[in-house]
């Protein structure tokens, strides 16, 4: 395997020094030590000064490196720490999976977000990348730690913010959304009342509000012309309807956007909203050919939530990843427990999001797509929040992107401290 990895860049320094290590003498090797000190001492002082943790895990997931900030945010002791397994300090932080993408190669990333409350109660972000970049294998992750405490707290103010300015800008807004239906529904109505004209015509009927006065149709109608009208204004028909769906799905998203309530919270299994997802979906979902994978779990511990709610956040992720994909796609929905929650995942086979995008991916009103309304994934986020979960996001550019959403269970059972850290002040 080692073979066929990508060379790992070194700096010139460490080439020049590797190319005639087997010539240096003793003096030579005392310099070379020396030198590396000296830029290992510059690195832990480049690290310790920034704000955010910094860890460094080996490919059996435990710690070989951590900064000051670390130490901070989630509480690693100064000493002890090294070789330890990540997942004590983040038990939040599914290493398994972190893992099993660096095994996979390609480029990829791994973005979480959770609420730790030792040493203190913080909400933190976290961004796991490969030691190796894109090459198969594994030698290990980096994580990237950080508090967004603060910018949590700014953003639940912008996006209130955000809810009035949007009263203002909502008028322009909706025009522009339903502008379309809008006109669509009235040529329609017009081709319909036109037909409409032409059977009254046909049968002799001089004024449709008042059925009496009718006069005998000076010749019968040919059954093809009717038929033909028929069909032509069932096909109107349809088409309004249509429209009259869409607009009803634009001012039910801006109305949830603006006025969210709290969720109804009540016990029972995760699955259930997932498989009332899909079959929601399925004509969609045949009509555009694309496979679907159940690989939900047969049996999961309950969760409380919000079944409107969580199924409004489901129809959101598959169609977010219907339309990430082309026809024929592979969808893949899945689910699991950890000993203090359960998950389930919605995966597609797309282009991907762009590591630059990842980050603005759940703003209000930012969008990728032409007709969106930057608003599907605020309300996934908020509605997620709103339970006491969380949203993971993974994303490789040009094969696919994997939401995984996590809520805790029912009735969660108290995790004591590490036993290295149950001296320390909770």
Same mark, same amino acid.
């Given at each position: 395997m080692a073979a066929n990895r990508k060379a790992t860049p070194r700096s010139s320094f460490l080439d020049k020094v590797l190319g005639r290590l087997d010539r240096l003498d003793s003096e030579g090797l005392q310099s070379v030590v020396q030198r590396l000190a000296r830029e290992r001492g510059f690195l832990e002082t480049l690290f310790n000064s920034i704000e955010d943790g910094v860890i460094v895990a080996d490919q059996e997931g435990r710690v070989a490196y951590f900064n000051a900030a670390a130490t901070a945010l989630i509480g690693l002791p100064a000493n002890g720490a090294e070789g330890e397994p990540v997942r004590r300090f983040i038990p939040e932080l599914d290493w398994d999976h972190i893992l099993a993408q660096d095994n996979a190669g390609g480029p990829s990333i791994h973005r979480s977000e959770f609420e730790v409350q030792y040493p203190r109660p913080r909400y933190l972000r976290v961004y796991?990348?490969?030691?190796?970049?894109?090459?198969? &294998?594994?030698?290990?992750?980096?994580l990237i730690i950080h508090d967004a405490t603060e910018a949590r707290q700014k953003t639940s103010e912008a996006i209130e913010t955000e809810r009035i300015h949007a009263l203002t800008l909502l008028s322009a807004s909706v025009a522009h959304e339903i502008g379309n239906p809008l006109n669509a529904l009235h040529i329609h109505l017009q081709l319909i009342e036109r037909d409409l004209r032409k059977l009254r015509l046909l049968h002799g009927i001089d004024d449709p509000g008042l059925p009496s006065r009718r006069r005998p149709p000076r010749a019968a109608p040919a059954a093809a012309d009717v038929a033909e009208i028929l069909a032509r204004t069932g096909g109107y028909l349809g088409v309004c309807q249509g429209e009259i769906g869409r607009l009803d799905?634009?001012?039910?998203?801006?109305?949830?956007? !603006?006025?969210?309530?709290?969720?109804?919270?009540?016990?029972?299994? !995760?699955?259930?909203?997932?498989?009332?997802? !899909?079959?929601?979906? =399925?004509?969609?979902?045949?009509?555009?050919?694309?496979?679907?994978?159940?690989?939900?779990?047969?049996?999961?511990?309950?969760?409380?939530?919000?079944?409107?709610?969580?199924k409004q956040?489901?129809?959101?992720?598959?169609?977010?990843?219907?339309?990430?994909?082309?026809?024929?796609?592979?969808?893949?929905?899945?689910? &699991?427990?950890?000993?203090?929650?359960?998950?389930?995942?919605?995966?597609?086979?797309?282009?991907?999001?762009?590591? =630059?995008? !990842?980050?603005?991916?759940?703003?209000?009103?930012?969008?990728?797509?032409?007709?969106?309304?930057?608003?599907?994934?605020?309300?996934?986020?908020?509605?997620?929040?709103?339970?006491?979960?969380r949203i993971e996001l993974d994303s490789r550019e040009g094969k696919g992107t994997t939401f995984r959403l996590w809520l805790p269970l029912a009735e969660r059972t108290p995790l004591a401290l590490p036993a290295a850290l149950s001296g320390e002040p909770a």
């Open positions: 796991a990348a490969p030691l190796d970049g894109d090459a198969p &294998g594994s030698s290990g992750v980096a799905l634009i001012v039910t998203q801006f109305l949830q956007a !603006l006025r969210p309530t709290p969720p109804r919270l009540q016990t029972g299994c !995760l699955n259930d909203p997932v498989r009332e997802t !899909l079959e929601v979906l =399925e004509p969609e979902l045949n009509n555009r050919q694309f496979i679907v994978a159940d690989n939900l779990a047969r049996a999961l511990p309950n969760a409380r939530f919000d079944p409107a709610q969580l956040v489901f129809v959101n992720l598959v169609k977010n990843a219907m339309q990430a994909m082309s026809k024929g796609g592979r969808l893949t929905l899945a689910s &699991g427990s950890t000993p203090d929650g359960v998950w389930v995942s919605v995966s597609d086979t797309g282009t991907g999001i762009a590591p =630059e995008r !990842l980050t603005r991916i759940f703003e209000p009103f930012y969008t990728t797509k032409q007709k969106g309304s930057g608003l599907g994934l605020m309300i996934v986020q908020r509605i997620v929040r709103d339970h006491g979960g």
